[in-house]
């Protein structure tokens, strides 16, 4: 009996040490999570170096197992193939010993960048959020140490490459404050030279400039399979090693990447930095009080701000004189202020037909054009209605900020673009004290959005500002160091 209890025991240590062992080892992987569309996901013809596998190279399967890594890592089409990931992997091998690597393919064919975001679907698929989840399955083994991202042939026209660095930059921020690591490395890579159009590579160019511990690989010389789309093999492969080359300096802690700006910061020092607190100023209906009274105050504290005009339908021909007319406009903008879309005749655009939006939107976008006005990209429904069709046809038309009601703080990485909330500032007792207490209130990851009409309003008294408290107002954003911004910068 004793004896047997002896061996049952040593059977269990034996079988205990190895699983411990090997859950050992898989807790020490370097893990890169890969993310994007079929060129990520891979297109090309399966090879030799393809086949080459190794279990210090693992992958997370379909069913969130890891197996030993091999082409096809993805499983988003049944003819998925040869993409960038499995010769990333091999590159950051090499010269190594000791180190393994786990691989969490995400990406899938066809996805614009726009479903690259959280709770949006995409045919019967989650993409950010199912990426969030199998990488949080995924660190369980061990440490993540990048995101690489090969997307853009989706979004490769005019329209959609306006606003294409904007969902990126929002994608980056949402991915790391998911992953709770907000100094992850990520690295883009440019989409194939083959494309018929090529909009997207110099906007994803800029990446760098606008985000820490970022990069951009290169897609020169690389040949595509003959679809003018999907790179070929050798090629999938060649992207890899670049997407490893650049991985190696972020981890060599070199940060020269080219002529690139590449700045790999420390999270102490990120962390001890403190964020400024954002206030947009916005002042809508084109009132000339703005160009009177608000644009000298805002001169004088040093702060932006956004003016949405747009021709408010006068009742009498003298009313006229209390707007601003289109030199003014200019003017302002000449003195650097933005010049925001309120829509050509201030209608509620929830009751209008789609082409009547779409004609009240360009009217102030002809009129921009004629002044010498860049063409917008923030907007203020007027009255502050939208619905979800108006939404939609201010993003087609390549918005990047919309601004609603609602008195809310807006979360940036959390709320809508395209329905911004805000808080109407008017100088009644009422709405003086709920000004000064949203002021007073704003938390870190908060930005309080202000709408103003006429500084004062002599045709709407119940919407009036009076220059005093305008100018109270300034004084606390000076006094408690807070930035006055315009719509535009609210990503910077
Ligand atoms: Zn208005």
Known sequence: MKKVNYILALVYLIVGVNAFAQQKELKSMDLYLLIGQSNMAGRATIDAQSENTSDAIMMLDKNNNWVVAKDPLHFDKPYAGVGPGLSFAQAMLEGKKDIKIGLIPCSWGGSPIKVWSPGTKYFENFPYDEAIQRTKKAMQNGTLKGILWHQGESDNDPVRSAVYLSKLKSLISNLRRDLNAPNLPFIAGEIGYFNKENFINQIVGQLPKEV???????????????????????????????????????????????????????????????????????????EITHFNNVAPLLKKYGFDATFFVCEFPVKRAEEANEYMNWKQIQQLYKQGFEIGNHTGHHKNLAKLAPDTIKKEIAYIEDKCKKFGIPKPISLAYPGNRNDSISQRIVKAMGYQYARAGGVKYYYPDKDNNLAIPSFTVISSDKYKERTLKALKDIKEDEI???????????????????????????????EHHYEGIAMRDLEK
């Open 212 to 286: 820490e511990n970022t990069t951009v690989v290169s897609a020169k010389d690389l040949v595509d399979k003959g679809d003018q789309l999907h790179f070929n093999t050798a090629s999938a492969h060649e992207l890899g090693k670049r997407y490893a080359a650049a991985m190696k300096i972020f981890e060599s802690g070199k940060f020269d990447l080219d002529e690139k700006s590449v700045k790999v910061k420390d999270s102490k020092n990120s962390q001890k930095r403190k964020v400024k607190t954002k206030v947009v100023l916005t002042f809508d209906d084109a």
């Open 448 to 478: 309080l959005v202000l709408t103003f009409h006429g500084v004062p309003d002599v045709l709407d008294p119940d919407y009036s500002t009076s220059i005093d408290f305008l100018k109270e107002i300034l004084i606390y954003l000076k």
